[in-house]
T-cell receptor, first 115, second 114 residues
């Protein structure tokens, strides 16, 4: 089982609130990712990081921000949550290539509902 | 445009039966193809990964095939169990960037009935 953890698992908050979704991994992976997934839809990359102090925006535009101060920690923050942010957020990490590819491990996800 | 298309969108089978899920992709340059199982409300878990040179790989009752020429893959599930009920996602990785970008299909929602 992968050692990547997300908290909280479920979150219901009011519009305008600031929230931070936590993601931690204990595998020492340099690369970490945040994906957004709506029900029945594919995962969309919203942020990624190659390592400490490295963050990039992904394919899907997002009003969220991320930081990577420590290798194991990659939190995602929404300064002012809106109902359109309601979705499932998945964190993933990957390490060095083995056998020609890198395995990606996913957290359990955070189901966010903004009311 | 790099895309991953899966079929069927949903599938219902009886426990003990076999089934096959399909994946077509246009990702280029191709690096590898992965099948993930995602239980409702959980993160995806890897089932198989195949590179360009591999055309079949098994993981227990799951067998994936890859035809890199036609850019098609299938996931065959043998002797299905109730716990197989989940979304099965085909993911293709390119080798055109350091990131090794992952392209996700929308998944096939499999329901196994007793």
């Amino acid at each position: 089982e992968a050692d990547i953890y997300q908290t909280p698992r479920y979150l219901v908050i009011g519009t305008g609130k600031k929230i931070t979704l936590e993601c931690s991994q204990t595998m020492g992976h340099d690369k970490m990712y945040w994906y957004q997934q709506d029900p029945g839809m594919e995962l969309h990359l919203i942020h990624y990081s190659y390592g400490v102090n490295s963050t990039e925006k992904g394919d899907l535009s997002s009003e969220s921000t991320v930081s990577r101060i420590r290798t194991e920690h990659f939190p995602l923050t929404l300064e002012s949550a809106r109902p359109s942010h309601t979705s499932q957020y998945l964190c993933a990490s990957s390490g060095v290539p083995i056998g020609g590819y890198t395995e990606a491990f996913f957290g359990q996800g955070t189901r966010l509902t903004v009311v | 445009k790099n895309q991953v298309e899966q079929s069927p969108q949903s599938l219902i089978i009886l426990e003990g039966k076999n089934c096959t899920l399909q994946c077509n992709y246009t990702v280029s340059p191709f690096s590898n193809l992965r099948w993930y199982k995602q239980d409702t409300g959980r993160g995806p878990v890897s089932l198989t990964i195949m590179t360009f040179s591999e055309n079949t790989k098994s993981n227990g009752r799951y067998t994936a095939t890859l035809d890199a020429d036609t850019k098609q893959s299938s996931l065959h599930i043998t002797a299905s169990q109730l716990s197989d009920s989940a979304s099965y996602i085909c993911v293709v990785s390119d080798r055109g960037s350091t990131l090794g970008r992952l392209y996700f299909g929308r998944g096939t929602q499999l329901t196994v009935w007793p």
